[in-house]
């Protein structure tokens, strides 16, 4: 069975700060996709990144940055110097190989940024 | 080019009405998935077409159905409403089923009374 927690259900800080979001995740399969959206108040759910199980390389993209470790199941997204913007609901996500396009969702994380 | 559109984005029924939600995906897309978002079971998926097939679906009983046309434009159908599917309902657009990236639409919030 496939399974995705994020621990963190709340967390709060103050613009400018730097947050992690962590993101802990079970699968049986040797290949399998991860993936972080962002679900502002407005609803929508906003892909902002995917990674192969394959693929253990860090990324960065402006003030986001992942860490991907295999050995811990742990995908964690960080945001560098945060902003009011960035005030919204992380989910982190999983698709094991042969299950389309079927996302197992963690239970997200409300990160409020205060000015 | 345009997004994933989800019609209509609220709606009031009564307990035991029936009820269509659409959902027109990104052009070109051929994939379409159906979420359900609720408090307290958070994000759970409904159901997945392709090329007007369903390849996966999720533990929701038999009153959840879906559809998908051949424009791949698709529709989801709950019959005899419960106070229990008051939810969000989300739909996602995919290029293929190669799984790849999801784009969602704003969701059709759905209130049973």
């Known amino acids: 069975a496939q399974k995705v927690t994020q621990a963190q259900t709340e967390i709060s800080v103050v613009e400018k700060e730097d947050v992690t979001l962590d993101c802990v995740y079970e699968?049986?399969?040797?290949?399998?996709?991860l993936f972080w959206y962002k679900q502002p108040p407005s609803g929508e759910l906003v892909f902002l990144i995917r990674?192969?199980?394959?693929?253990?390389q860090n990324e960065i993209s402006g003030r986001y940055s992942w860490n991907f470790q295999k050995s811990t199941s742990s995908f964690n997204f960080t945001i560098t110097a945060s902003q009011v913007v960035d005030s919204a609901v992380y989910f982190c996500?999983?698709?094991?190989?042969?299950?389309?396009?079927?996302?197992?969702f963690g239970g997200g994380t409300r990160l409020m940024v205060k000015p | 080019k345009a997004g994933v559109t989800q019609t209509p984005r609220y709606l009031i029924k009564t307990r035991g009405q029936q009820v269509t939600l659409s959902c027109s995906p990104i052009?070109?897309?051929?994939?379409v998935s159906w979420y359900q978002q609720t408090p307290g079971q958070g994000l759970q998926f409904l159901f997945e077409?392709?090329?007007?097939?369903?390849?996966n679906k999720g533990n929701f009983p038999g009153r959840f159905s879906g559809r998908q046309f051949s424009n791949s434009r698709s529709e989801m159908n709950v019959s005899t409403l419960e106070l229990g599917d008051s939810a969000l309902y989300l739909c996602?657009?995919?290029?293929?089923?190669?799984?790849?990236?999801?784009?969602f639409g704003q969701g059709t919030r759905l209130t049973v009374v």
């Open positions: 699968t049986r399969d040797t290949t399998y996709y």
């Open positions: 990674r192969n199980s394959f693929d253990e």
């Open positions: 996602a657009s995919s290029l293929d089923v190669l799984n790849t990236e999801a784009f």
């Open positions: 052009s070109g897309h051929r994939s």
């Open positions: 077409y392709f090329s007007e097939t369903q390849r």
């Open positions: 996500a999983l698709i094991y190989n042969n299950a389309g396009n079927m996302l197992t």
